[in-house]
């Protein structure tokens, strides 16, 4: 059995990403949200080393997604910048899929043609 403690900092974690995720433009909000929910579903049987890394870069990916937040949010940006540059070092450490899973979402990401056309939660009369 998992360990009490561990769980729900992973449970907190992942609330805390897609509560920041509302904060993005839509279409990049749902694409987020996915990507998010099955990342940790597929990580729910990974072996310890591969936890540890798993919790450091979504840590890392939260604080990240927070401060740009935050600084959109106080006004010291105009455009808010989301993510962050992938270093050459850090591409090198992923495994074939994962590279896959990353153009994937490149390309997803960069369609002319945004494939959710969500609206606002507006109430129209």
Not at 31 to 55: I, N, S, W
Not at 107 to 115: D, G, I, V
Request: charged letters at 30%; proline letters at 4%.
């Amino acid at each position: 059995m998992a360990n009490p403690a561990h769980v729900s900092r992973v449970r907190s974690l992942y609330k805390r990403i897609l509560l920041l995720h509302r904060f993005m433009p839509i279409d990049l909000k749902a694409l987020g949200d996915q990507y998010v929910k099955d990342e940790f579903r597929r990580h729910k049987t990974a072996g310890p080393e591969e936890v540890k890394c798993f919790m450091k870069e979504w840590e890392l990916y939260r604080d990240t997604v927070q401060t740009q937040v935050l600084e959109s949010a106080g006004g010291h940006v105009k455009t808010p910048a989301i993510g962050a540059e992938l270093t050459d070092a850090k591409l090198k450490l992923f495994q074939d899929e994962q590279v896959g899973q990353l153009y994937e979402l490149m390309l997803e990401s960069t369609k002319p043609n945004r494939q959710f056309d969500i609206q606002g939660d507006g109430f129209h009369k």
